[in-house]
């Protein structure tokens, strides 16, 4: 039957599609081979490892619409299609990142392939169509569309697994121009009604993955003046111009308004925690907009990075390529302009990459800089390079056989050059260290790199004290560099706290966190920290006025260890009735929390509700291998309720499945003061001793000095 149909030439089209799809896969699982292990990097963490609303345990409906209320820090609606899919790949995978590597890579072929699709249907309008051959039109939306895809400039779209987000955005904005082209070319009405409910339902999911999708409405606007609009119209809309522009400031505006409620009061906060104003951020954009697109066309390895040290514009003469840079940029836009009658194809690229800056790259208080917001701008930027190439083929291919051969071997360097480009670029997102050292290479004069190596060593496995040394000093170093953020200063004050945490040094930790605090005084986990170093240091008072602060926050997400700590305070200070409160809201947010299992359990203990106790106690001994204190905490649980049978019989199912070393190391629990839930030492030791002394008949059984104080 298929034989049947390809000597009949039924699916010409559709062999064509499968072929540019499977070359498609092809170049794409080649170019980002290295990248399904790669691990978690920078905003990763606190938006999904460290975001347990995005943690799935179950697939009921509640805690799937639960996840589109998942932005990290706050309790409010955000972006809920990838924070969906997020949420599933935890729950399929947890923190292994293949999973998500996996999906981000399907995400970035499909919209390769639509984007090939769409520039299909672009080459086939009005003002196209008679332009360009099928052969053309095949050649040239599938050489944009590889372009485009194997460009390392997409990378940080791509393998940086949170800009999901951009990605997902970009994958529904080319999907709607695709239906919105396909319903301009539909012959019935109702094909045309459906492609257009297409469109429109694409566009609502683009909004609903990032808000930079705000722009698709204009852009299909400049598809329609610029493909389907005859000249003698398009010269009487000339006047209506203003009105246009009108139309894309008030469509901006409504989409701030719509994400935030205050507009002004969100423009002006966010810029007072930038180091640039409102107008320096104009001017340096346009500076900006050049260098990416540089990048797109010179894509060296060696000029991508995480990170770029920007001098932000302070007027039109500093630095000295402002005003050029913002001649330059309305020079692009008027040549595009001009051209739209003879180039459309030109004219379209680049005001489509223009109009989708606009979100990220003007008013808005956000960094001036990142990749991956060139990923949706960039679609349409090689058409006209490919058009180009191609013309220059069928020219030469009987005109002159060495320069048509030239230009194909020029167009297969292009293309190999770029998969090795990304390749290359895709081995420094191995680890965060990789990383960050490249990106310290590449933005000396940046804070961000320095302190996030420094972060690595210091939070590393198993630290020496060397280690933090050195880790301090860079934390030091980056105080005097550039921040994105005048709060990112305090991020580094912190990390410098937590050293000294680390370091048993808890009065140095809580001057500094305090000194950050005046800083950034809404810095929660400042306030979690600087409780930590209360607690180790005893003071309750200082502790709960802490704890009451954190709680009482209503402008930000709370998360459960905030309740568990206040519950920790409490039970240190014999209240476990009130402790354990803070313990059943912080289970509510997370019920297979171990260590505020293994609280609550001593609350109940010291409550005097034994059995509760014992029950919640025996769950965590059989989810928490290898830890000595939930097994502790049945003995003194068996001991507080007058039955010694069952703690010596917890005693000697401890000595079964630990060594005797172990069990005496774990004494030690006993003189680390606040580290862990409140236990009794004296009600503890004696059984134990009385189980080893006739489990291995050693009446002289050595305990440690600091436990013999204890008791």
Known sequence: MIKKDLKKGCFPGEIKNAIAFVLLVLLILATYSNTFHAAWQFDDKPNIVENTRLHLTDLSPASLWNTFFAKAG?????????????????YAGQADTFGYHL??????????????????????????KNRYNKEDVYFISLLSAVLWAINPIQIQAVTYIVQRMAAMAAMFYILGIYFYIAGRQANHGKTQVL?????????????????????MPISLLLIEIIFYTDLATLKRMRKYLPMLMGAVFVLISLGIVLYKTNVLDFLFSGFASRPFTLWERLLSEPRILLFYISQIFYPLPARLSITHDIIVSTSLLSPCTTMPAILIVLLLMGIAVSQVKKRPLLAFSILFFFINHLVESTILPLELIFEHRNYLPSFFIFLPFAAALKYLIDFYRTKNRSLYVILATFMMLVIIGLGCFTYIRNRDWRTEATLWQDAMKKSPLDARPISNLAIQLAWGENPTPLQYDVALAMFKKAMSLNTARDFLVSDIINNIGVIYYHRGEYQKAIDTYKQGLEIDPGFLKMHYDLINAYIMLGQWEEGTVEA?????????????????????????????????????????????????????????????????????????TKNVTGD????????????????????????????????????????????????????????????????????????????????????
């Open 103 to 128: 999906v981000n890579l399907t995400i970035h072929i499909l919209t390769a392939f639509m984007l090939f699709l769409a520039g299909r249907k672009l080459l086939q309008t009005p003002r196209l």
């Open 195 to 215: 492609f257009y409910m297409a469109c429109f339902f694409s566009f609502v999911c683009a909004l609903m993955s990032k808000e930079n999708a705000a722009m």
């Open 74 to 90: 706050k309790d409010s609606f955000y972006r809920p299609l990838p924070s969906l899919s997020l949420a599933l790949n935890w």
């Open 548 to 620: 009451d602060r954190l709680i009482a926050n209503k402008k930000n997400y709370l998360k459960p260890e905030y309740f568990n700590i206040k519950g920790f305070i409490l039970l240190w200070q014999n209240q476990p009735e009130n402790a354990l409160v803070y313990f059943r809201k912080t289970l509510e947010m997370e019920p297979n929390n171990q260590a505020v299992l293994l609280n609550a359990g001593v609350a109940l203990s010291l409550m005097g509700e034994w059995a509760d106790a014992e029950e919640i106690l025996i769950k965590v």
């Open 628 to 711: 000595l204190r939930p097994v502790y905490a049945l003995i003194e649980n068996s001991v507080r309720a007058g039955d010694m049978q069952n703690a010596e019989k917890y005693t000697e199912k401890m000595f079964a499945e630990f060594a005797i070393q172990t069990i005496m190391d774990g004494f030690e629990l006993f003189s680390e003061n606040y580290r862990t839930a409140p236990m009794s030492a004296e009600m503890i030791i004696p059984v134990v001793k009385k189980t080893m002394t006739r489990l291995t008949g050693n009446l002289d059984i050595p305990t440690p000095a600091t436990i013999m104080d204890l008791k």
